[in-house]
T-cell receptor
Framework: AQSVTQLGSHVSVSEGALVLLRCNYS??????LFWYVQYPNQGLQLLLK??????LVKGINGFEAEFKKSETSFHLTKPSAHMSDAAEYFC????????????FGAGTRLTVKP | GAVVSQHPSRVICKSGTSVKIECRSL??????MFWYRQFPKQSLMLMAT?????????EQGVEKDKFLINHASLTLSTLTVTSAHPEDSSFYIC????????????FGPGTRLTVL
């Protein structure tokens, strides 16, 4: 079965600083990888996803992530943090051609300091 | 994009009562819907997978008689928490898959259940 590990349950950055949220996955078959953002008392919003093709994926709100097979990683980055980026972020993995089994990481809470 | 709604967004009930939560795909037909549970400051845990017209598949440790799932149409799935207890208090989130984009689950806004 596939799984995801998010390193760091809490990340704090200053406004304007680089955001780096780490995600490592484990999968016996080619994975599909996702990053979601969750604001308090709300559902999940898709930031970006990797399925096939280009390994550098650009998403909404200036976020991007790079699929690195050799490192089994899918880290999320944003060059310059904004106050509105403060939220909970989840990395998730499914198996290629089978989205019935999505596994989420434990989540990383991003705090942005003024 | 595909939109999924949940109703109610928030519900408070007394211990021992049953609560029904609806999950609707508003602009697409959902062949498969999922129900997740999220405790405070924790990740989403899959409870069950439901396919239209068939019985739901429950994850290990989830009581199917307590969490009744019905997926009677391609746009509606319901989760009924029967004889609710305070430990059932949680945030319940549904998601849906479509034929047109089976790479992605579309998530509802969630339902906050509080059992007194």
């Amino acid at each position: 079965a596939q799984s995801v590990t998010q390193l760091g349950s809490h990340v704090s950055v200053s406004e304007g600083a680089l955001v780096l949220l780490r995600c490592n996955y484990s999968s016996s078959v080619p994975p599909y990888l996702f990053w979601y953002v969750q604001y308090p008392n709300q559902g999940l919003q898709l930031l970006l996803k990797y399925t096939t093709g280009a390994t550098l994926v650009k998403g909404i709100n200036g976020f991007e992530a790079e699929f690195k097979k050799s490192e089994t990683s899918f880290h999320l980055t944003k060059p310059s943090a904004h106050m509105s980026d403060a939220a909970e972020y989840f990395c998730a993995v499914t198996r290629r051609y089978n989205n019935n089994d999505m596994r989420f990481g434990a989540g990383t809470r991003l705090t942005v300091k003024p | 994009g595909a939109v999924v709604s949940q109703h109610p967004s928030r519900v408070i009930c007394k211990s021992g009562t049953s609560v029904k939560i609806e999950c609707r795909s508003l602009d697409f037909q959902a062949t498969t819907m999922f129900w997740y549970r999220q405790f405070p400051k924790q990740s989403l845990m899959l409870m069950a997978t439901s396919n239209e017209g068939s019985k739901a598949t429950y994850e290990q440790g989830v009581e199917k008689d307590k969490f009744l799932i019905n997926h009677a149409s391609l746009t509606l799935s319901t989760l009924t928490v029967t004889s609710a207890h305070p430990e059932d208090s949680s945030f319940y989130i549904c998601s849906a898959l479509t034929w047109r984009d089976y790479n992605e689950q579309f998530f509802g806004p969630g339902t906050r259940l509080t059992v007194l």
